[in-house]
DNA sequence: CCACCGCCGTGAAACGATTCATGCGCGGCT
DNA sequence: AGCCGCGCATGAATCGTTTCACGGCGGTGG
């Protein structure tokens, strides 16, 4: 593989000049300039990015690593973050843990022996050994999604509590005494607190809860939860889930056992991922404004990283999540 | 930063010998082993993988640079990839160029400098420049989800010629003759291919199509298709998508305006992502199988990045679609 | 004519790991 | 006793960059 020296001898000037030419082509001479400039064409030289940030220290990537990237609020967060990361010439790479903690552990060490620039990080278990191990590394982490306290680590998130009593009010106003919630695993901070959020607006009201746990947050999950769902009696006239594909699970199951959505069963999502203004019954959803988050969190990451040597200060950005009405909740009266 | 000087001194031993303990524990003593791994854990040691790539000239990371993530059928590729990356100790790490050319570019000479041991590539364009340049910093690449003549680099496709003529039979055997495809923009062969597909089952039968074009490949695009569709006179009957999200966009346009589906308008979809099925009417959809796609393209890579001295051969695999019945094509009479 | 300065280019010293030839001590064999 | 071989640890060379102190050279001012 051809190498600076490969250029520099081609070129017949000193490797200095060369990686000169290619960092701060304005302290080299036109013309030597133009000449290494062609060796490198011609050599087809490509920097090696090792060795480059060996001496540097640091690097130029920095990593987002999400619960599940088959749910597209991740993706929006994705998308979010390149873009500020672009910005300042960085750039992104995504990592998928699928639930697992220990997917999570191996791309945190994987990306800890990288020494990637930082992490924006939405984890399987905040209070996890994969965290613990990872800390001692010294690469500077945001989470995304999750809050924790602002002496741990910055954090960027939404609070999930006042989305859960958003969905639980629109719930009660538009009339509905019989509740269901069908929320994901309890360890997801996420859900407890929009667990939280729903009783504390229905314990204060007429109407009854109940709550089904799931395994997953997926579509398969809905789906399940629908069944059971049909199987209640009285069967509940409102369910609440706490993200849109178990939303969307909970449609299908619904529409395929012939209940009529709003009419007989009114349904809110959560998240407002694009599938779920597009299903066939547009769902109602606390939208969660995924792109500022990953924007919001590569922004705090940097200023983390930045050149000045003084400790910035730890930072807990917390969105509000807003209520999206749409048919699957309308009054059809 | 500690490293393994420190770790050296810190266990009163040689460089060498961490190292050793690192890599090769049998080697050394076990009450050596022993004192140098109390130090790394004391010091809390991690490897930097910089260096470690700089001497060993290749990285343990491959990457997979998609053309959408949003599109659940890339992350579905990605899932399968990273399941046979994860067997042979890789990590796969993921880059959405969101039908960017210039953000392919910018990621592809980003993967060429971090030395990546290879690239699963969807690109938006085959033919273009970005991957001219790339071409010449060596590093072995897969096409994945489109076909290259097998002397310019393996590749790992679906037939999409047979993928639009199984959608399109299937409309012609239940009865339809005034059929739509909704399409995506033509520089994509995926596009060109499955057109090909739908004409040369249409041109031999009764039926008469009529091609729309869309820009994007996604929901919204599909709402457009929807209303241009509602515009047309006689209207179709019938309507195949190029993929399941404009199909699902189609479908929101459809019930938005009234229009039952799939009585006075069937629906197929393309890709069969885990949301068709979901639909609040299951979609038709032709199958592609993304996980193996991505399990093959990378065992492909696997292959030519082996120890072996000799130039593996290139190779195309071409996966066969299939196709799925569900309510959004089924007859209700 | 000398001293100085600015412009460019040079060469060598890092960066942090891996690897390999070498050395050392010790037990066993002749 | 002498030699070999083995097990284990060492230290130096190496990977490809960046960076920086230094120096040559031509021009300018005194």
């Known amino acids: 593989m051809v190498g600076i020296k490969?250029?520099?001898?081609?070129?017949?000037?000193?490797?200095?000049?060369?990686?000169?030419?290619?960092?701060?082509?304005?302290?080299?001479?036109?013309?030597?300039?133009?000449?290494?400039?062609?060796?490198?064409?011609?050599?087809?030289?490509?920097?090696?990015?090792?060795?480059?940030?060996?001496?540097?220290?640091r690097s130029r990537i920095m990593a987002l690593l999400v619960l599940d990237l088959g749910n597209p609020f991740f993706v929006d967060i994705a998308r979010g973050a390149e873009e500020t990361a672009q910005d300042e010439g960085l750039h992104v790479i995504t990592c998928d843990s699928g639930h697992q903690a220990e997917r999570e552990v191996s791309y945190l060490s994987m990306l800890a022996e990288q020494r990637v620039r930082g992490v924006l990080l939405s984890p399987v278990d905040t209070s996890g050994?994969?965290?613990?191990?990872?800390?001692?590394?010294?690469?500077?982490?945001?989470?995304v999604d999750r809050r924790v306290p602002a002496d741990e680590a910055s954090s960027v998130s939404v609070d999930d509590v006042t989305g859960g009593a958003l969905a639980a009010r629109h719930l009660v106003e538009t009339g509905h005494t019989e509740i269901a919630f069908v929320n994901g695993p309890a360890i997801l901070?996420?859900?407890?607190?929009?667990?939280?959020?729903?009783?504390?607006?229905?314990?204060a009201s007429a109407a009854r809860l109940s709550v089904l746990e799931t395994s997953e947050l997926d579509v398969a999950s809905g789906r399940d939860a629908a069944a059971r769902l049909l199987g209640m009696s009285p069967r509940p006239t409102a369910v609440f889930c706490a993200n849109d594909l178990?939303?969307?699970?909970?449609?299908?199951?619904?529409?395929?056992?012939g209940v009529r959505v709003p009419d007989e069963l009114a349904i809110v999502g959560y998240d407002d991922i694009e599938f779920a203004g597009a299903a066939a019954v547009p769902l109602t959803s606390v939208r969660?404004?995924?792109?500022?988050?990953?924007?919001?969190?590569?922004?705090?990451?940097?200023?983390?990283?930045?050149?000045s040597e003084r400790?910035?200060?730890?930072?807990?950005?917390?969105?509000?999540?807003?209520?999206?009405?749409?048919a699957s909740t309308r009054l059809t009266r």
């Open 288 to 307: 969660q404004p995924a792109r500022r988050l990953g924007k919001a969190a590569a922004e705090l990451l940097i200023a983390e990283t930045g050149e």
């Open 6 to 57: 490969d250029v520099a001898r081609r070129a017949g000037v000193s490797i200095g000049t060369v990686s000169n030419v290619v960092n701060r082509p304005q302290v080299v001479s036109a013309s030597t300039r133009a000449r290494v400039l062609s060796a490198i064409e011609e050599l087809g030289y490509v920097r090696d990015e090792s060795a480059r940030q060996l001496r540097a220290g």
């Open 189 to 203: 901070a996420q859900c407890r607190d929009r667990e939280a959020g729903v009783r504390s607006v229905l314990d």
């Open 129 to 143: 050994a994969a965290l613990e191990t990872f800390r001692r590394s010294e690469i500077p982490y945001v989470f």
């Open 246 to 257: 178990l939303a969307l699970g909970v449609l299908q199951g619904m529409v395929a056992a």
């Open 311 to 326: 400790v910035p200060e730890r930072q807990t950005v917390v969105f509000e999540p807003e209520l999206v009405v749409r």
